[in-house]
């Protein structure tokens, strides 16, 4: 009877065919997919350049530096409808940085409360922070921004009416209307730059005193003042500087006109529309963000809290809410990229936001290519800055292992 023998070891390993070779794959399809993306890119810019050659369009940047011919309602900067393109859109960007910064600060505010009266024993605190979260949640945060401007805004009292409670009330200072909010403008004198900088050095100061009293506490067990502080340097500082400065400030304060109020400054309906629907609408998100993130933090550590003698309040502030942080960061970086990009609605109540801007330019030069990928730019430029903070803080607060 033959016995068959298997070759066990030794000798060439088997080829392996091409088309089979893993390593080879990896390339030919990373490869394959540049090119597709390539050439579709290059497929969509052919394109549009020979469609604008087709409808004697010029293209390029050029048309920026061309004198913008209208005016705008809301500028933080110098501009008149003699200003540029370029101004005109610069105008547009710092409008819309107010109010994402504005936006985000007030929605997280908003939500981390709303999101801690969910969780709250108090029968009615809980109920209205349900329905808060169900109703904002579930509704378009355009019909929002329209709900404050025509159904809150619109229904203040009448510029007659502000003129006449002006001559009733000389003595007042701030007005509301369904213009807008009046009150006196700062105007900053020689030497406030000495404020400002006492300011900012006050801040670092204090962040640094911060770390020393954290590393002596590490060290010590004892920890020092550090609210007392730093309330100090970041205000009694700036107040000693101001002081001795002379009180370089004064203010401009708003007067009747013909029309309208004149002199002060005044905060528009379309801005505090957009940043009131914007920030309720996206605390909406947050508070459940932060009810998921308190919900986290095994209930073991609330018990152990309670056990060395802290409070419901201490205990919340101190020992969950520090670790529910690092649930809660992750996802609250895509609610504040939403809401930067949802500021782009802006156009829908006249706010000179960028993306109004560079409409009216779009309308006026016939340059919708360039507009649009200045608007692309500009919109992931913020974003990619928002997620590299958002994403460094997170880093921050993770937990590092031994």
Same mark, same amino acid.
């Given at each position: 009877?033959?016995?068959?023998?298997?070759?066990?070891?030794?000798?060439?390993?088997?080829?392996?065919?091409?088309?089979?070779?893993?390593?080879?794959?990896?390339?030919?399809?990373?490869? *394959?997919?540049?090119?597709?993306?390539?050439?579709?890119?290059?497929?969509?810019?052919?394109?549009?350049?020979?469609?604008?050659?087709?409808?004697?369009?010029?293209?390029?940047?050029?048309?920026?530096?061309?004198?913008?011919?209208?005016?705008?309602?809301?500028?933080?900067?110098?501009?008149?409808?003699?200003?540029?393109?370029?101004?005109?859109?610069?105008?547009?960007?710092?409008?819309?940085?107010?109010?994402?910064?504005?936006?985000?600060?007030?929605?997280?505010?908003?939500?981390?409360?709303?999101?801690?009266?969910?969780?709250?024993?108090?029968?009615?605190?809980?109920?209205?922070?349900?329905?808060?979260?169900?109703?904002?949640?579930?509704?378009?945060?355009?019909?929002?921004?329209?709900?404050?401007?025509?159904?809150?805004?619109?229904?203040?009292?009448?510029?007659?009416?502000?003129?006449?409670?002006?001559?009733?009330?000389?003595?007042?200072?701030?007005?509301?209307?369904?213009?807008?909010?009046?009150?006196?403008?700062?105007?900053?004198?020689?030497?406030?730059?000495?404020?400002?900088?006492?300011?900012?050095?006050?801040?670092?100061?204090?962040?640094?005193?911060?770390?020393?009293?954290?590393?002596?506490?590490?060290?010590?067990?004892?920890?020092?003042?550090?609210?007392?502080?730093?309330?100090?340097?970041?205000?009694?500082?700036?107040?000693? &500087?101001?002081?001795?400065?002379?009180?370089?400030?004064?203010?401009?304060?708003?007067?009747?006109?013909?029309?309208?109020?004149?002199?002060?400054?005044?905060?528009?309906?379309?801005?505090?529309?957009?940043?009131?629907?914007?920030?309720?609408?996206?605390?909406?998100?947050?508070?459940?963000? &932060?009810?998921?993130?308190?919900?986290?933090?095994?209930?073991?550590?609330?018990?152990?809290?309670?056990?060395?003698?802290?409070?419901?309040?201490?205990?919340?502030?101190?020992?969950?809410?520090?670790?529910?942080?690092?649930?809660?960061?992750?996802?609250?970086?895509?609610?504040?990229?939403?809401?930067?990009?949802?500021?782009?609605?802006?156009?829908?109540?006249?706010?000179?936001?960028?993306?109004?801007?560079?409409?009216?330019? *779009?309308?006026?030069?016939?340059?919708?290519?360039?507009?649009?990928?200045?608007?692309?730019?500009?919109?992931?430029?913020?974003?990619? &800055?928002?997620?590299?903070?958002?994403?460094?803080?997170?880093?921050?607060?993770?937990?590092?292992?031994?």
């Amino acid at each position: 009877m033959a016995v068959a023998h298997v070759r066990t070891g030794g000798g060439d390993p088997p080829k392996v065919s091409l088309l089979y070779n893993p390593a080879l794959r990896k390339y030919v399809y990373q490869a *394959l997919t540049l090119v597709l993306i390539v050439g579709v890119i290059w497929y969509a810019w052919h394109n549009a350049v020979q469609n604008l050659a087709r409808a004697n369009m010029t293209s390029g940047f050029g048309f920026l530096n061309s004198r913008a011919g209208f005016d705008l309602a809301q500028s933080l900067i110098a501009y008149s409808s003699d200003s540029t393109y370029f101004r005109a859109l610069q105008v547009g960007l710092l409008n819309t940085l107010v109010v994402a910064a504005c936006g985000i600060v007030t929605a997280t505010i908003v939500g981390l409360l709303v999101g801690i009266g969910r969780l709250s024993h108090n029968w009615l605190i809980a109920r209205l922070s349900t329905i808060y979260v169900e109703i904002f949640r579930n509704i378009p945060p355009l019909l929002v921004i329209f709900f404050w401007y025509l159904g809150v805004l619109a229904l203040l009292p009448t510029i007659r009416t502000i003129f006449q409670h002006v001559k009733d009330n000389p003595d007042a200072v701030f007005f509301i209307s369904n213009r807008g909010i009046y009150m006196p403008a700062p105007v900053f004198g020689e030497g406030f730059g000495f404020v400002v900088a006492a300011f900012v050095a006050g801040i670092i100061a204090a962040i640094a005193f911060a770390f020393w009293a954290n590393a002596r506490q590490r060290a010590t067990g004892k920890r020092p003042p550090v609210l007392i502080v730093s309330l100090a340097l970041v205000l009694l500082l700036p107040m000693a &500087v101001f002081l001795l400065a002379g009180l370089p400030l004064s203010f401009d304060y708003p007067v009747p006109g013909s029309f309208n109020m004149k002199g002060g400054m005044v905060i528009g309906p379309e801005f505090l529309a957009l940043y009131l629907a914007l920030s309720l609408y996206t605390a909406s998100f947050i508070a459940e963000i &932060v009810r998921a993130g308190i919900r986290g933090v095994p209930h073991g550590q609330t018990e152990a809290s309670y056990a060395l003698g802290l409070r419901p309040a201490s205990t919340t502030r101190l020992v969950v809410l520090p670790q529910a942080l690092r649930i809660i960061i992750p996802p609250l970086t895509s609610q504040y990229l939403n809401l930067i990009k949802n500021s782009s609605l802006a156009v829908a109540v006249g706010y000179a936001d960028l993306v109004a801007v560079g409409g009216t330019i *779009l309308n006026q030069s016939g340059h919708s290519i360039e507009i649009i990928a200045i608007w692309m730019a500009v919109y992931l430029s913020i974003s990619l &800055v928002t997620s590299l903070f958002m994403n460094w803080f997170n880093a921050k607060m993770a937990l590092v292992e031994r």
